[in-house]
């Protein structure tokens, strides 16, 4: 068989290229980035991404760059505690949900493939310009543009993200990813424990603000661990899609001015930041094909999504999956890429919808409408604890990841 064209060294190339080594299929990676810097903040891995990352061999890996996060709370924007529930490990699941730097995630998963397939098949500075569907791609080098010489592949993966040039080849007129009205400023801030230094913190609501706290990394000999945060605030103002953007305090920070929680003192701590960027909440709409010819999309390239219930990578993390065995179950590399789409194509839609309309955080927006904006006497009196459940389930069963459909894990763990 010839080799897999992967174009896009990200979390789902990577990914698709570590199961593909494993199943004795060669492929080779080619990332447009010239070099690898340590962009991005956190990124969340929940059990159903982490039975395929335990299944390569990088879990334990994870588990110490990361937080085993056990449990999420929510919470409104006076700080009264809404709904508790475990989560990975902590709930029951044969394998945890990670909470880890975006950089660590993709050093892992590259020095996972380096060391397994070598150092010659992930090449940086080779930025895709087009591909043919008989498995042709072109390159040009990244930077100073000069052609790069033309690669032939048993197939041609699209795991180039966003802005994928694959995505916008096949959909010319596809055009930007759609703006949800909502922008986001994303950080981190060492910081002491919060709630046990495990949870992942919803407050709030984005129609006056609302945020997202979890720790990315161990606490370290300070007492501190590094602590992810995202910002939500309805705004009809946003800046094209950029990872490296920097935020500005004081474009966010108003509304929450007077968050001083028991649990925490919001303002304090977003003041503290190491980093802050901004970028807007987009996706785009569920595409109604991804394979042609030899050509398929995959990931961020295939279904952009919101980043509400924790899936982005997740889901790009199944696609690889489904993917590498579709493609290690027939010679017919065309087939086996119908066959991926059939697996993955309405399953992501659904995610892609489910997030624009009930992701868990929608607990937020229940509460908010039902109380009028207003600090409660009694939850119980708002909303009733089976009422969340049920919001919290029904997403579990949209993105894949309910206990029952993943089964145990091995033995050994
Ligand atoms: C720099 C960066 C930082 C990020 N930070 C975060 C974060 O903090 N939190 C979060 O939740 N998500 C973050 N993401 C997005 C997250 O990685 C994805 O949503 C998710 O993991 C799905 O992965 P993916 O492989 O589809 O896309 P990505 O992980 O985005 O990977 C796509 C890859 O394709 C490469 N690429 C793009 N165009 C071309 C081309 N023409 N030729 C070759 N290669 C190309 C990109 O450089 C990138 O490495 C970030 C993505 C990037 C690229």
């Known amino acids: ?74 919470f409104n924007r006076f700080g009264q505690l809404i709904y508790e529930e475990k989560l990975g490990r902590a709930a029951g699941y044969g394998w945890p949900q990670i909470s880890i730097h975006r950089a660590d995630l993709h050093r892992v998963l590259l020095d996972a493939f380096v060391a397994a397939a070598g150092a010659e098949r992930y090449r940086l500075g080779w930025q895709c310009v087009g591909a043919e569907p008989d498995g042709t791609v072109r390159f040009r080098r990244a930077g100073d543009g000069a052609e790069l010489p033309a690669q032939k592949g048993h197939c041609v993966i699209a795991a180039d993200g966003i802005h994928s040039t694959l995505r916008k080849q096949l ?88 968050w001083h929680f028991d649990w925490l003192d919001v303002p304090e701590f977003l003041r503290q930041a190491e980093i802050a960027l901004e970028y807007p909440m987009v996706d785009k709409d569920p595409l109604p094909r991804w394979s042609f ?42 087939a086996a890429l119908r066959d991926y789409e059939a697996l993955r194509r309405e399953a992501t839609a659904k995610v892609v919808r489910t997030n624009r309309t009930t992701p868990p955080d929608v607990i937020l927006g229940e509460v908010h409408k039902r109380t009028g904006d207003k600090p409660f006497a009694s939850i119980d009196a708002v909303i009733s604890r089976a009422e ?26």
């Open 388 to 413: 969340l459940v049920a919001i919290t389930d029904a997403y579990k069963r949209v993105a894949g990841y309910e206990k029952a459909q993943l089964g145990p894990a091995k033995p050994d763990g």
């Open 293 to 334: 010819g030899r050509i398929t999309l995959l990931g961020d390239a295939a279904h952009p999504m919101y980043p509400r219930g924790s899936n982005g990578a997740g889901q790009a993390i199944l696609d690889a999956r489904a993917l590498a065995d579709c493609l290690a179950a027939t010679a017919d590399p065309e």
């Open 1 to 74: 068989m010839e080799e897999v064209l992967v174009v896009g060294g990200g979390i789902g190339g990577l990914t698709l290229a570590l199961m593909l080594h494993r199943r004795g299929i060669s492929c080779r990676v080619f990332e447009a980035a010239p070099e690898l810097k340590p962009l991005g903040v956190g990124i969340n891995l929940l059990p159903h991404a982490m039975k395929e990352l335990d299944a390569v061999g990088v879990q334990e890996h994870l588990a110490g760059l990361g937080v085993l996060t056990s449990e999420a709370a929510f």
């Open 171 to 258: 959909y010319p007129d596809d055009g930007e990813p759609i703006y949800s009205g909502v922008n986001m400023w994303r950080g981190v801030t060492r910081w002491q424990p919060i709630l046990g230094g495990a949870a992942m913190i919803r407050c709030g609501w984005f129609t006056h603000a609302k945020i997202v706290i979890y720790p990315i990394s161990p606490v370290e000999g300070d007492g501190r661990q590094k602590v992810n945060w995202v910002v939500e605030i309805k705004t009809p103002r946003y800046e094209r899609w950029n990872w490296a953007r920097p935020g500005r305090l004081e474009d966010f920070i108003g509304p929450m001015q007077d």
